[in-house]
């Protein structure tokens, strides 16, 4: 299991700012990871059906072969998104950053194991979830996405989500959240209720990205609360199905 380096500022368990220490850190991680989230009608382990297997497979080639907009004359490769395919979360970040445009993996790097830590915290480690990005292509220096290429972009992760059928989205940062609830509302404003995204109306909750906390280290206690809000979201989704 990819475990995050330092949890050297993770998001506290008891309400309390965040933890300072890398060891009480740790331990409440680990005590948290007990807690089962995932529920066993739908076994992360559970073999993808051939055709499904086949559909991600197409999807797969499809992103990496990519011109539908400019971003792919600068970019390394696609970056398709990485996880399990029968996860019921699905993690949704912005666009990949250098290292991920270089390694191919989004969310790599510092950001990348700050969120692994944020999602251990509930319980979910990284291979137990989906992760992916609105683009899929870095766009040079970073900069913000523009309209034009997140609309030619978002139909790959609406049949990502098509594929997976996650019972829980978790966009992390402004640009994710506001394209995916296609407003402009400020990140604050979404967070602590639970949207409804596309057709299959799945169920999304909106928290900073990980590269924002590890520049703001003083909401990652409001980034606790979003996971403890996720989390029992999760679970509440979870009993109403059984
Ligand atoms: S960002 Fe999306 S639409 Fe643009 S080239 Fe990359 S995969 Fe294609």
């Known amino acids: 299991m990819r475990r995050a380096a330092s949890l050297e500022a993770p998001p506290s368990t008891t309400g309390q700012p965040p933890l300072a220490s890398p060891h009480r850190a740790a331990g409440a991680a680990e005590a948290l990871a007990r807690i089962p989230v995932i529920t066993p009608g739908r076994a992360a382990g559970t073999p993808v059906p051939p055709e499904t297997d086949a559909q991600w497979q197409a999807l797969t080639a499809d992103v990496l072969s990519c011109t539908k907009c400019g971003l792919h004359s600068t970019r390394t490769q696609g970056v398709f998104g990485v996880g399990n395919r029968r996860a019921e979360w699905l993690i949704i970040g912005e666009a990949p950053g250098a290292e991920e445009d270089r390694r191919g993996e989004p969310f790599v790097g510092r950001a990348g194991q700050l969120l692994n830590a944020m999602l251990a915290a509930i319980g979910l480690p990284r291979e137990q979830v989906f992760i992916a990005n609105v683009l899929k292509?870095?766009?040079?220096?970073?900069?913000?996405?523009?309209?034009?290429?997140?609309?030619?972009?978002?139909?790959?992760?609406?049949?990502?989500?098509?594929?997976?059928?996650?019972?829980?989205?978790?966009?992390?940062?402004?640009?994710?959240?506001?394209?995916?609830?296609?407003?402009?509302?400020?990140?604050?404003?979404?967070?602590?209720?639970?949207?409804?995204?596309?057709?299959?109306?799945?169920?999304?909750?909106?928290?900073?990205?990980?590269?924002?906390?590890?520049?703001?280290?003083?909401?990652?206690?409001?980034?606790?609360?979003?996971?403890?809000?996720?989390?029992?979201?999760?679970?509440?989704?979870?009993?109403?199905?059984?």
């Not at 059928?165 to 400020?186: C, E, H, K, S």
């Open 137 to 242: 292509s870095r766009p040079p220096g970073n900069r913000d996405p523009k309209p034009d290429e997140v609309a030619a972009c978002l139909p790959y992760l609406m049949r990502q989500i098509a594929l997976l059928q996650p019972r829980l989205m978790l966009a992390v940062g402004r640009i994710a959240a506001q394209n995916l609830l296609a407003t402009d509302t400020p990140l604050g404003r979404l967070r602590g209720q639970v949207h409804s995204f596309g057709e299959l109306n799945t169920p999304l909750i909106v928290t900073y990205h990980p590269a924002y906390l590890l520049r703001t280290p003083a909401d990652k206690r409001k980034a606790w609360e979003d996971l403890k809000f996720a989390r029992s979201t999760f679970q509440r989704l979870a009993s109403q199905e059984e």
